[in-house]
């Protein structure tokens, strides 16, 4: 008997795989849109009651509502690490296996954080807009030489790693945090560890690149940023809650903070587009709106790059993940664990 499968979020970059990819054991439907509350109410009920594997990418809200609507649900699948986007308890209740993807697009993300600093330090983007004919943009465009300055990684696991190892390639002065060193980062690379405080100190350019854990609400907040140095650029590719983005306008603002690249947002399904803003005014939490504003307003400094998530978003990243997801569903279904969060 086939599995009854639906895939959300679907995108063009991922067509392909499923069409060099015969999953014939599988009955696979796909949707644009993100599985939330309100588009559930639109599926129709055969699908409701026969599917038994839903995949989802961050910009979904898999609530209890939602994972009550399907009847005969068995996997919750997300293309993605993070899964604070998935109501973990309710799947629990029902007995529903959750799986993610662990340690996808190091290379990517890392080649994107290099981007991203180099965006910063040599101050391409006004200088695009002021070849554009773009008004109101900065005409100062010299920057430094990026081998002269220290960057502070938050975080070696794979990506951080993967980002120390290449900002070396650039012959920078790479220093680094995190709970756990790494030995070969140490010895091969020069690393040297420190504490956050002396990190932040001593950085020309902090890169984030650590889980959201909830105990890491705002690590970065008001008390951290005037700690650092001044015109010291950040780079969060990792999650948006670890910055406390109204802090940190107020730092970009009266210029102490030389720069920001964001490519990661607390409330992504409202900044990104999963969600309509004013349609959705009345059900968005506070901070989330709050959120909305600040990034409204960062958008106009010349020296704050926003982007929608997209460091992971290689073809070779996105076919990993794909290829991961299907082989832990079907682990699972064969009474596996791979990949499972519960």
Not at 131 to 143: A, C, E, L, R
């Amino acid at each position: 008997m086939a599995v009854n499968m639906i895939v959300f979020e679907f995108r063009e970059n991922e067509k392909k795989f499923f069409e060099d990819n015969n999953f014939e054991n599988f009955n696979i439907i796909f949707y644009t849109e993100c599985l939330n509350e309100d588009f559930v109410k639109t599926l129709p009920q055969d699908l409701l009651d026969n599917t038994s594997v839903i995949s989802v990418f961050i910009n979904s809200e898999v609530t209890e509502e939602v994972i009550n609507s399907f009847k005969n649900l068995r996997i919750i699948a997300t293309r993605s690490t993070g899964y604070d986007h998935i109501n973990i308890e309710s799947a629990k209740k029902r007995n529903i296996a959750v799986v993610n993807v662990e340690n996808y697009g190091e290379t990517s993300v890392a080649q994107f954080t290099m981007g991203l600093l180099i965006l910063l330090v040599r101050k391409i983007i006004p200088a695009s807009f002021y070849i554009k004919n773009v008004p109101n943009h900065d005409t100062d465009f010299t920057g430094r030489d990026i081998s002269k300055l220290t960057l502070g990684v938050i975080g070696t696991g794979s990506i951080g790693a993967a980002v120390c190892r290449a900002a070396k390639c650039f012959n920078m002065n790479v220093i680094a945090n995190d709970l756990t060193e790494r030995k070969e980062l140490i010895e091969e690379f020069g690393i040297k560890y420190m504490s956050l405080e002396d990190l932040l100190k001593s950085s020309d350019a902090v890169s984030l690149h650590i889980p959201y854990t909830g105990d890491n609400y705002h690590m970065l907040g008001k008390q951290q940023f005037e700690i650092m140095k001044n015109g010291a650029m950040l780079i969060n590719t990792s999650r948006g809650e670890i910055v406390d983005l109204p802090a940190m306008y107020e730092f970009i603002e009266n210029k102490k903070l030389g720069g920001a690249a964001l490519d990661v947002l607390a409330c992504e399904s409202i900044n990104f587009g999963c969600k309509n803003l004013a349609h959705k005014l009345n059900t968005v939490p506070m901070a989330c709106l709050n959120e909305a504003i600040y990034v409204e307003k960062l958008e106009k400094f010349d020296n704050v790059i926003i982007t929608p998530h997209i460091a992971y978003d290689t073809q070779d990243s996105i076919d990993f993940i794909l290829d991961k997801s299907m082989r832990a569903v079907m682990d699972v279904i064969r009474g596996g664990k791979m990949g499972r969060i519960v």
